[in-house]
DNA sequence: GCCGTTTTCGGCCCGACTGTTTTCAGTCG
């Protein structure tokens, strides 16, 4: 257990303390205890088994126990009475500001509120003004801060962030001296939500760079700012990082701030075993000979060892620098390789254009084929389509297809998967259509085994295409649901199913991690924008793209970059 | 629970602020 974990732990035991009204000063020893091990420069583990950790300022008899307890068995008996019977969520009660130890009590015991979304319930029931020690004032004060919360602590969506990012680095381009500018981070990483924005500038005079980036008109404070760092928080609660560096660093630098950590590390531990110590500056010799001078990240993965440059997406250290070395790595997918998109929705149920300026939009796009599907009947909340009205449609899709010669339009449906694993159309009409996929939006919420059995059935349709968002996952809002992959997928390879990557910004579903497992198994994949308006028909490209290159996929991976002939005759089996 | 002795128990940082309560508890930095 690492000093991190271990001053986490004493956090915990602290918070949990001051939750069950424990004396004060007992409490402040644990939070000293915590601090003291954060700013250790030895490692706790080395200190405990030598027994030097006595002389710790902070760390006294009970808290040594306890340490060594940590160190030889990797639990503590004693955090986990103190957890017994404490709710989780009492934790993220105590981060909103009003909210200490002793009014989370309250609320807790007095109205069973045990989660934040609880809290905000009982505040906007008037519940949490009569209490003792509360009032109107406090009330209104935590709702405030509840709404605060999401707003600034949260992460974001990827693409709430993108425009901010982008708007930071034609700002900072434009300043004096400044040589380049990158966005770094988990935004260049391709994360599909991220707490922060990281901006990496090349100039000499960082001063001018520090001073335009606190004077930003989008800046709401500043939270620090040095000769080199600045960090402030936009009106709209996004924090921003910026950071200057000499133009002859930018290659060392840019790789350090994309990270991730982990790849990081791993990288660091690459260049101290070939004699070289890497920092965000450079890649120093340790015998103290002159650093070698990089311009481009691709030349410092060579100069380490790598055969292989590995792209900012794939940085997560799940063996992307083990296939790098061999030279292994697939060549990704590029959003230039999509030759179509299905998954595309129309006025005709909830999306917000018509038949015509979705197809403009794809033709715009330089789409060769799009493939309308727009929802099946039981989806009434979004205007789902009888038999009766997707015969109708057929009827305006007719007249797009003569309209616009130039790309191939399907007919399509996105059809429910029903609580049964049945599908929400006739076999009749299922077969009419040009292409299907079967998506979950009822019950999400299955058992794990009854869930896996729906999917199967689903699954073992053979009109089904592409198995549309898998996981049902909303970003930020909604966790996946539970099912068994391994049968799924063989249902799928059994009937050339394509997994969807849905591109949504809101959803990115399959993810990178199930896409590895998907592309493992031999299953292909299909990346759709999902799109319920003609502007986000370029998710597909902009977004799904992104989570597939996460998910090691290539080219060869992705049926829609078939060409059209292809892709009609042997992914949609059409004529 | 830690520390430091006045060596075995008493002090531990504390003031500003807020809102509730009417003299102060709780939070925050």
């Given at each position: 257990?690492?000093?991190?974990?271990?001053?986490?732990?004493?956090?915990?035991?602290?918070?949990?303390?001051?939750?069950?009204?424990?004396?004060?000063?007992?409490?402040?020893?644990?939070?000293?205890?915590?601090?003291?091990?954060?700013?250790?420069?030895?490692?706790?583990?080395?200190?405990?088994?030598?027994?030097?950790?006595?002389?710790?300022?902070?760390?006294?008899?009970?808290?040594?126990?306890?340490?060594?307890?940590?160190?030889?068995?990797?639990?503590?008996?004693?955090?986990?009475?103190?957890?017994?019977?404490?709710?989780?969520?009492?934790?993220?009660?105590?981060?909103?500001?009003?909210?200490?130890?002793?009014?989370?009590?309250?609320?807790?015991?007095?109205?069973?509120?045990?989660?934040?979304?609880?809290?905000?319930?009982?505040?906007?029931?008037?519940?949490?003004?009569?209490?003792?020690?509360?009032?109107?004032?406090?009330?209104?004060?935590?709702?405030?801060?509840?709404?605060?919360?999401?707003?600034t602590r949260g992460r974001r969506l990827r693409s709430q962030a993108l425009p901010q990012a982008a708007r930071l680095k034609a700002l900072l381009e434009g300043v004096a001296g400044v040589e380049r500018v990158e966005v770094a981070g988990s935004l260049r990483r391709g994360r599909e939500t991220v707490k922060d924005v990281d901006l990496l500038v090349?100039?000499?005079?960082?001063?001018?760079?520090?001073?335009?980036?606190?004077?930003?008109?989008?800046?709401?404070?500043?939270?620090?700012?040095?000769?080199?760092?600045?960090?402030?928080?936009?009106?709209?609660?996004?924090?921003?990082?910026?950071?200057?560096?000499?133009?002859?660093?930018?290659?060392?630098?840019?790789?350090?701030?994309?990270?991730?950590?982990?790849?990081?590390?791993?990288?660091?531990?690459?260049?101290?075993?070939?004699?070289?110590?890497?920092?965000?500056?450079?890649?120093?010799?340790?015998?103290?000979?002159?650093?070698?001078?990089?311009?481009?990240?691709?030349?410092?993965?060579?100069?380490?060892?790598?055969?292989?440059?590995?792209?900012?997406?794939?940085?997560?250290?799940?063996?992307?620098?083990?296939?790098?070395?061999?030279?292994?790595?697939?060549?990704?997918?590029?959003?230039?390789?999509?030759?179509?998109?299905?998954?595309?929705?129309?006025?005709?149920?909830?999306?917000?254009?018509?038949?015509?300026?979705?197809?403009?939009?794809?033709?715009?796009?330089?789409?060769?084929?799009?493939?309308?599907?727009?929802?099946?009947?039981?989806?009434?909340?979004?205007?789902?389509?009888?038999?009766?009205?997707?015969?109708?449609?057929?009827?305006?899709?007719?007249?797009?297809?003569?309209?616009?010669?130039?790309?191939?339009?399907?007919?399509?449906?996105?059809?429910?998967?029903?609580?049964?694993?049945?599908?929400?159309?006739?076999?009749?009409?299922?077969?009419?259509?040009?292409?299907?996929?079967?998506?979950?939006?009822?019950?999400?919420?299955?058992?794990?085994?009854?869930?896996?059995?729906?999917?199967?059935?689903?699954?073992?349709?053979?009109?089904?295409?592409?198995?549309?968002?898998?996981?049902?996952?909303?970003?930020?809002?909604?966790?996946?649901?539970?099912?068994?992959?391994?049968?799924?997928?063989?249902?799928?390879?059994?009937?050339?199913?394509?997994?969807?990557?849905?591109?949504?910004?809101?959803?990115?579903?399959?993810?990178?991690?199930?896409?590895?497992?998907?592309?493992?198994?031999?299953?292909?994949?299909?990346v759709n924008p999902d799109a319920h308006a003609q502007a986000t028909l370029i998710d597909a490209a902009r977004y799904g793209v992104c989570e597939a290159r996460r998910g090691w996929a290539s080219k060869e991976d992705v049926v829609n970059t078939l060409d059209l002939a292809a892709f009609e005759k042997d992914f949609l089996r059409i004529g």
């Amino acid at each position: 257990m690492d000093n991190r974990a271990v001053e986490a732990v004493l956090n915990e035991i602290a918070a949990l303390l001051e939750l069950k009204g424990a004396n004060t000063f007992k409490v402040r020893a644990y939070q000293n205890a915590a601090r003291a091990v954060g700013n250790l420069q030895e490692d706790v583990g080395e200190l405990v088994e030598s027994g030097e950790i006595k002389s710790v300022r902070g760390i006294g008899k009970s808290i040594q126990e306890k340490l060594k307890e940590l160190h030889e068995t990797e639990e503590l008996v004693y955090l986990e009475e103190l957890r017994s019977g404490v709710p989780e969520g009492l934790f993220e009660i105590m981060t909103v500001p009003g909210m200490g130890p002793k009014k989370t009590k309250v609320v807790w015991e007095e109205l069973s509120v045990t989660t934040l979304v609880d809290l905000e319930t009982a505040c906007k029931e008037d519940q949490v003004a009569g209490l003792k020690g509360f009032g109107k004032k406090s009330q209104a004060k935590i709702l405030d801060g509840i709404e605060h919360l999401e707003l600034t602590r949260g992460r974001r969506l990827r693409s709430q962030a993108l425009p901010q990012a982008a708007r930071l680095k034609a700002l900072l381009e434009g300043v004096a001296g400044v040589e380049r500018v990158e966005v770094a981070g988990s935004l260049r990483r391709g994360r599909e939500t991220v707490k922060d924005v990281d901006l990496l500038v090349a100039s000499l005079e960082p001063e001018a760079v520090m001073e335009a980036a606190r004077d930003d008109p989008e800046v709401d404070s500043i939270i620090g700012s040095g000769a080199t760092k600045t960090s402030v928080r936009l009106k709209d609660g996004l924090q921003v990082d910026v950071r200057v560096v000499e133009p002859r660093s930018f290659a060392c630098a840019l790789a350090y701030f994309t990270g991730s950590k982990d790849f990081n590390v791993a990288l660091r531990g690459m260049a101290l075993d070939q004699g070289y110590s890497l920092n965000e500056y450079d890649l120093r010799p340790l015998d103290g000979s002159p650093p070698p001078e990089f311009a481009t990240e691709e030349e410092l993965h060579k100069a380490l060892g790598l055969a292989q440059y590995v792209p900012p997406e794939l940085r997560e250290n799940t063996g992307e620098i083990a296939a790098a070395i061999k030279g292994e790595l697939p060549t990704l997918i590029e959003p230039t390789d999509l030759q179509g998109i299905l998954h595309v929705h129309t006025k005709w149920s909830d999306g917000t254009g018509t038949v015509d300026e979705m197809v403009r939009g794809a033709v715009e796009l330089g789409y060769d084929y799009l493939g309308i599907s727009d929802h099946s009947e039981i989806a009434g909340y979004a205007n789902g389509l009888s038999v009766d009205r997707l015969h109708r449609q057929r009827e305006e899709i007719e007249a797009a297809r003569e309209a616009y010669p130039q790309i191939r339009i399907f007919h399509g449906c996105e059809v429910d998967i029903l609580g049964d694993g049945q599908l929400d159309l006739t076999d009749e009409c299922l077969e009419w259509l040009d292409f299907v996929i079967a998506s979950v939006h009822m019950e999400l919420r299955q058992e794990r085994s009854k869930m896996t059995k729906r999917l199967v059935r689903a699954m073992s349709h053979p009109q089904v295409r592409v198995f549309g968002h898998p996981l049902g996952r909303k970003l930020l809002k909604r966790d996946s649901s539970a099912f068994d992959w391994e049968p799924v997928l063989d249902a799928c390879v059994e009937n050339s199913i394509a997994v969807e990557v849905n591109g949504s910004p809101h959803r990115l579903d399959a993810d990178w991690v199930h896409v590895r497992r998907i592309r493992a198994r031999g299953v292909k994949l299909c990346v759709n924008p999902d799109a319920h308006a003609q502007a986000t028909l370029i998710d597909a490209a902009r977004y799904g793209v992104c989570e597939a290159r996460r998910g090691w996929a290539s080219k060869e991976d992705v049926v829609n970059t078939l060409d059209l002939a292809a892709f009609e005759k042997d992914f949609l089996r059409i004529g």
